[in-house]
C-alpha cells in the first residue's frame, strides 16, 4: 500500500475551552478565644441552592442548608466542621 497525497479533513467543530473554576470562597474559623483564622470551603453536606456533588451518593438529607462543611485551611489541612463555627466576615 502507498501512501496518499491527500489527507482527510474533518469539519468538527473545536470545543470551548473549560471555564477556569472560582475560587472557594474565604471563611473565618473560630480557632478560639479572638482567634479567627481564614479557611476555603470546598465542600458543603446537604442540599444547598445550585450545589450538587456524588461524592456522597448514599446520604440523604433533608432541604436545609449545610450543617457540616469540608473545609481546607491555608497550611493545606482540612476537616469537617459544623457550619455554625464559620463566618462570613472576620469578627473584631
Known sequence: MT???EQLTLN???PE???KPEPPPIYWENRGPRDWQPVHVT???GHVAGHT???LPHVTTSKLGPRNVLIEREDG???VVPVRNLRRRKPR
Open 17 to 19: 475551552p473549560a471555564p
Open 12 to 14: 468538527i467543530p473545536t
Open 77 to 79: 489541612s482540612r476537616d
Open 3 to 5: 501512501g496518499h497525497p
Open 43 to 45: 465542600l458543603r453536606y
Open 53 to 55: 456533588t456524588t461524592d
